[in-house]
């Protein structure tokens, strides 16, 4: 039901006008999904159920939030990383608009290529900020899609403060990184890494390594299933890597 409420709205309406009264349609949807056997923890509705998407996904039909953002809002608040400037990449809309309105932070939210809510346009390979800028960082689904990933790491890197936090995500395989500069076209690209505009599949290990190499201490949390997944909707196992300079 949910993927034809929204197909239908999206051929009627404007794109600019569903995203600012995103909320409203969500709200007045969200009705049908209320109880108590869930909680999204990023708008605190509580549920009866998750919207189940056709990639295994769960959307909470209020804040539109993936698994992976829920998780990474608690472990976020489990680290009292919220504070300070906070440098978030490429934001989801329900982080973006969570954070936008914390009033003990400086938030900068950037999208680079205009697909997200952002007040900023950084282009991860060169971040027009000054040297240990940043207190946190969240870099999640980003470096798959960026050709010189190293250059980006080292800007990381570099306008991080001492002791600041990288939150960092990407789909994961096991082995080596695999990566082909030669692989160009979107449709070579879905092929080989997954997505059209994905430029390399990543290892844990690998890139644990290349974050390191580039001055990275790093640390890895890997997710298994508890009972916490049942009740916010997590999906396990999922790992996130936390990059300390």
């Known amino acids: 039901m949910y993927n034809s409420i929204k197909k239908g709205l999206k051929s009627v309406i404007p794109k600019r006008f569903l995203i600012k009264n995103e909320m409203l349609f969500r709200n007045i949807f969200g009705v049908f999904y209320k109880g108590n056997n869930h909680e999204c923890n990023i708008c605190k509705k509580k549920l009866r159920s998750f919207i189940a998407l056709e990639n295994q996904d769960l959307l909470c039909p209020f804040c539109g939030s993936l698994s992976r953002n829920r998780r990474l809002w608690q472990l976020l608040q489990e680290n009292d990383a919220i504070k300070g400037n906070l440098l978030h990449f490429s934001p989801s809309r329900n982080l973006y608009r969570t954070l936008k309105k914390k009033k003990n932070i400086n938030y900068f939210s950037s999208d680079f290529e205009n697909e997200f809510l952002a007040d900023y346009k950084f282009d991860i390979?060169?971040?027009?900020?000054?040297d240990a800028t940043f207190d946190t960082i969240i870099?999640?689904?980003i470096l798959e899609h960026i050709t010189d990933d190293q250059k980006a790491?080292?800007?990381?890197?570099?306008v991080l403060k001492p002791n600041g936090k990288v939150?960092?995500?990407?789909p994961f395989k096991t082995g080596d990184i695999y990566e082909n500069d030669s692989i160009t076209t979107p449709e070579e690209r879905l092929k080989h890494f997954g997505q059209e505009d994905h430029v390399r599949v990543y290892s844990i290990e690998g890139l644990k390594d290349r974050l390191e190499s580039n001055g990275f201490n790093v640390k890895q949390i890997?997710?298994?299933?508890?009972?916490?997944?049942l009740k916010y909707g997590f999906l396990s196992p999922e790992t996130v890597?936390?990059?300390n300079k």
């Not at 390979?125 to 000054?130: A, D, F, L, S, V």
């Not at 790491?153 to 570099?158: A, P, T, V």
Request: aromatic share 14%.
């Open 139 to 141: 870099c999640y689904h």
């Open 125 to 130: 390979t060169n971040i027009e900020q000054k």
């Open 167 to 170: 939150y960092i995500q990407t």
């Open 153 to 158: 790491m080292k800007e990381l890197y570099r």
């Open 222 to 229: 890997t997710y298994s299933q508890n009972e916490d997944d």
């Open 241 to 243: 890597l936390i990059a």
